[in-house]
């Protein structure tokens, strides 16, 4: 597993730059199912969960999903980018950290679930930030992925390099105009992207178990990684 390595200042300029409209332009290059995927994401799996950390939250999205899920649950939002931040905080209650994935500012084993969204992806250096997370899990506690995929067979996995390449900038650009084409960038995170079968053996070796639920169409997953009890 690497990361985007060096491109990973580029990414994050393009999330900087999207980030007053990053959820309307989610909302039009995934046709509206960006909300319900975390939601699935989530659905019966908070529950009697407290201490739960949204790494790479973004605008807070998929935290705000969790506290429906859980309103009882502490959520944690990390995420390196203040622009990002500063979005999560205006809208949610919580504790807001800026940090990476690959550094984290936490005691070992303080979360009962770590929420991924659309986020892993864009790690410096994903075997390292998958290392960091699976240490903060408590045992029996599990990592909940959900983010675009790239499916085993070649084919599938090439019309959606073409949706990334082309189409999803024009609908980002009909979305919120010049600031809209930066979802360009994905296609440069998708193709670092391991295929499912790949990703699901990577997380194998820092979790007991790792469960895949491909999702529309296979242009999307979600993937729950578990440490053992
Ligand atoms: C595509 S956004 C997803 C935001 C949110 N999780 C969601 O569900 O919409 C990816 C987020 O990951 C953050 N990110 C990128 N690299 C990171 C890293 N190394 N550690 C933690 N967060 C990172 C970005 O700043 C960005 O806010």
Known sequence: MSGLGEEWGYVL??????????????RWISFGM???????????????????????????????????????????????L??????A???????????????LPFRPECFERVLLGFSLRDARDSEKATR??????????????????????????????FYWLLV????????????????????KTYDKWPSNDVLAVQLGRFFASVEVHPKMMGGAVIMIASRKS
Not at 13 to 26: I, P
Not at 82 to 87: D, E, G, I, S, T
Not at 135 to 158: F, Q, V, Y
């Open 13 to 26: 300029k393009a999330l900087t730059d999207v980030s007053e409209h990053y959820d309307r332009v989610n």
């Open 168 to 187: 999803a900038p024009v609908l980002g650009f009909l979305a919120s105009g010049r600031r809209g084409l930066t979802v360009s960038a994905i296609r």
């Open 132 to 161: 960091e997370l699976s240490t903060r899990l408590e045992h029996g506690g599990s990592l909940i992925i959900c983010d675009i995929s790239k499916p085993n067979d070649r084919l599938r996995a090439m019309l959606f390099r």
């Open 82 to 87: 203040p622009a990002m931040l500063r979005q």
């Open 34 to 80: 960006d909300v319900r995927l975390r939601r699935i994401a989530v659905a019966g799996r908070l529950t009697g969960s407290r201490w739960v950390l949204d790494a790479g939250c973004g605008t807070g999205m998929f935290a705000r999903i969790a506290l429906e899920e859980n309103p009882f649950a502490e959520v944690v939002m990390l995420d390196p």
């Open 89 to 103: 905080s205006g809208a949610l209650r919580g504790h807001f950290v800026q940090a990476v994935f690959e550094y």
